[in-house]
């Protein structure tokens, strides 16, 4: 029996061509394969402004940033994402202000983020969660009256759409994730998405020390002008390799979603019919790309979240504990939040574990993994 993992990325001999092709040209930095990824994903994302970056831990930086939040402000964000999403705002002296997220969706909704709001508010990070679009017009129907920013942290959410479009289209700044934990990969990498030309421009400046001229455009010329260093920036770039490989990605992001969804769909019909077990779905409002497939193990369940995830080990089937609630972390301690007000996190932290699911999954490898589903209720039936 070979181990079944809850992820792989979906990469091949176009992407190892691609990247020798960049090495064979000698440049292998930031440069045009980073500018022609930036197009493309603009493009098909239906964005105005692209700025790749190392990660989208660094776009989310940049957002906020450029988003003009600072010192002593305080930043919304979900406490159910992973922790970069709450880390963010500390990146740049602000506080993050847990709020909890719906069951449904794993989503911050717009009551939520409304009975959060202070003076001190500045932004609000939504999360696309494993996928799940965020249902944005609600949230920022409170925000953008009061000038409150709402970023899309989109890390999770190339390929699903909200509204018909491309989650991330309808925001004013969105930070992706290629993580190969995520749909589209380039090993590390990231971008920030935005409407806003001065602030595309701004955060372009940024993630390469905030030059007033791009490595790439100074070697181009033979005798360089002299570039200028136009406040305290950062090395946030992203390498032509890793561009190359985005570029070959993003061509089978729909193929990817496609796969995905059926997958899904199966595991939605075998769920169905089983009593205490509850996974999500797609929104009214949307479609999930279904990065990460998660299912509550209910009290009407024979065993508990561990035990399941117990017995799928013992299956040689890797599943995960669901989303972590980064208002436990150690990290996030001396924050206080306030536990009672993110009781459906807690819940969901502690009841849900993320089913594999990836492109090349066979239907086999997706029976073995249902089998165990079922198991439990076999065991106490006999009982
Ligand atoms: C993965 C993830 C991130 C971090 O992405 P990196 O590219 O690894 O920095 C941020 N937010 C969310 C919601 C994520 O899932």
């Avoid at 990660?55 to 010192?71: F, K, P, Q, R, Y």
């Avoid at 190359?244 to 019919?273: C, D, F, N």
């Amino acid at each position: 029996m070979n181990r079944i993992n809850v992820m792989k990325p979906w990469m091949g001999a176009d992407e190892i061509l691609a990247v020798s092709d960049v090495i064979a040209s000698g440049w292998v930095a930031q440069g045009p394969k980073v500018a022609q990824f930036e197009r493309e994903f603009a493009v098909a994302m239906h964005a105005q402004h692209a700025i790749a970056t190392s990660n989208c831990t660094t776009a989310l930086h940049l957002a906020l940033i450029v988003a003009g939040v600072g010192a002593g402000d305080e930043v919304i964000v979900p406490s159910f994402s992973f922790i970069a999403t709450a880390n963010a705002p500390i990146y740049v002296g602000a506080r993050p202000i847990f709020i909890d997220v719906d069951s449904s969706t794993g989503d911050v909704t717009a009551e939520g983020v409304a009975a959060a709001i202070t003076e001190r508010t500045r932004a609000v990070i939504v999360v696309d969660q494993g996928g799940v679009p965020v249902d944005l017009d609600s949230i920022q129907e409170v925000c953008d009256p009061l000038g409150i920013v709402v970023i899309e942290d989109a890390a999770c959410g190339a390929g699903s759409t909200y509204r018909g479009r491309p989650v991330g289209a309808g925001a004013v700044l969105a930070a992706w994730s290629f993580h190969p934990r995520k749909l589209l990969t380039t090993g590390e990498g990231g971008m920030l998405t935005t409407s806003n030309a001065q602030w595309a421009e701004r955060a372009r400046q940024l993630r390469e020390h905030a030059m007033s001229m791009s490595a790439a455009d100074r070697q181009a010329s033979v005798l360089a002008p002299a570039e200028e260093y136009l406040e305290t920036g950062f090395n946030y770039r992203m390498t032509d390799m890793q561009a190359a490989v985005g570029i070959v990605q993003l061509g089978r992001l729909s193929e990817m979603v496609r796969r995905r969804r059926e997958i899904a769909a199966r595991y939605a019909t075998a769920i169905a019919g089983i009593d205490g077990l509850r996974p999500v779905g797609d929104p009214e409002w949307g479609t999930s790309n279904f990065q990460s497939y998660w299912v509550e193990v209910e009290p009407g369940f024979p065993t508990d979240r561990d035990g399941l995830l117990k017995a799928l080990a013992e299956g040689d089937i890797s599943a995960r504990r669901g989303i972590m609630a980064s208002h436990r972390q150690p990290a996030f301690w001396a924050a206080a939040a306030d536990h009672a007000l993110l009781g459906v996190t807690e819940r969901l932290t502690d009841n849900t574990l993320i089913l594999p699911l990836f492109h090349q999954m066979t239907d086999e490898e997706q029976a073995r993994v249902i089998d165990v589903l079922r198991a439990p209720l076999t065991v106490a039936g006999h009982g």
